[in-house]
């Protein structure tokens, strides 16, 4: 019987949303290279730009809703402690407010957060909804040296203890959505299988590292996390196959 669930997301769970998937030919950086937004020394050379584009990325993720996949997950967080006395916990590499919106509470951001805003002077965050500037006083010491709250690449993920604690007491890991080539993250399921974690994927397709884990789920992911977390909340059990 499981009791302590982890979930990871990746852009799959929100490519529903309409907010679409990092490695594909409408990804978010269609018309961004990745070393121009999403690497420190871009913000050091052009920060204009960073802040440009993650500005628009914020209005327009602004416009989109939470889709059944995140709907499922909020459920399973909710109505799992109370029926089966097991935490549920949710780590995300996704900087969108999906599974907030959805009713998920103390979402794992590991990536940073598009409503978040970092200030490099006081190391504090503070939650943002509007469009930055790199001139932007921050609201808790005052000085103008804000960037939007997301890990670049080459920089440490948050969270990372926190993570480990929870991957070394996990009975049942679910990855959802994610492409399993990102580091970190793509190592999680090792650590949950060391301890002897069901491990479950969810993708289109399998995943690079599909091999890792004891089964997937494939289709979208509306349909198979809903179908998965219906079948645990009736039965404490993980479905295998998704039903015909
Ligand atoms: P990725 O884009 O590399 O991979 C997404 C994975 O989702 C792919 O394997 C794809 O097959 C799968 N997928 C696509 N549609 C799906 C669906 N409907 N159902 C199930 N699976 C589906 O994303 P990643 O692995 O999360 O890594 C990319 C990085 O980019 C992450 O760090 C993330 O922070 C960032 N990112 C975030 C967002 C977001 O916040 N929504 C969007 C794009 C990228």
Redo the contacts with the bound molecule.
């Keep these: 019987m499981f009791k302590n669930i982890v979930i990871l997301t ?7 949303s309409g ?6 030919d409408n ?2 950086w269609e018309n961004e290279r990745i070393e121009d937004v999403c690497v420190p020394s871009a913000l050091a050379r052009n920060p204009g730009r960073v802040h440009d584009f993650y500005n628009k990325l914020r209005r327009e993720v602004k416009e989109k809703k939470p889709n059944d996949a995140h709907l499922a997950i909020a459920r399973l967080q909710k109505e799992w402690p109370e029926k089966y006395r097991g935490s549920v916990s949710l780590v995300t ?4 407010n999906m599974h907030e919106l959805a009713g998920s509470a103390d979402v794992i951001h590991m ?1 940073g957060y598009l409503f978040s805003m970092l200030c490099t002077s006081c190391h504090r965050h503070f939650s943002f909804d509007q469009d930055s500037h790199p001139d932007d006083k921050c609201p808790l010491c005052g000085r103008q040296t804000t960037r939007p709250d997301i890990v670049f690449f080459e920089e440490m993920p948050y969270h990372m203890d926190r993570i480990a604690a929870l991957l070394s007491d996990c009975d049942l890991f679910l990855s ?7 580091y970190p993250a793509a190592g999680f399921c090792v650590q949950a299988r060391a301890v002897g974690a069901l491990c479950v994927e ?4 399998p ?1 690079a590292t599909v091999s890792n884990f004891n089964y997937g789920l494939y289709g ?3 349909k198979t996390v809903l179908a998965f977390v219906d079948h645990l909340l009736k039965t404490g059990e993980a479905l295998e196959e998704m039903p015909r």
């Design positions: 990746g852009a799959g769970v929100s490519a529903e907010i679409p998937v990092f490695r594909s990804g978010l590499q996704n900087i969108d990536h959802i959505g994610t492409s399993g080539v990102v969810f993708n289109l397709e995943s979208k992911a509306s």
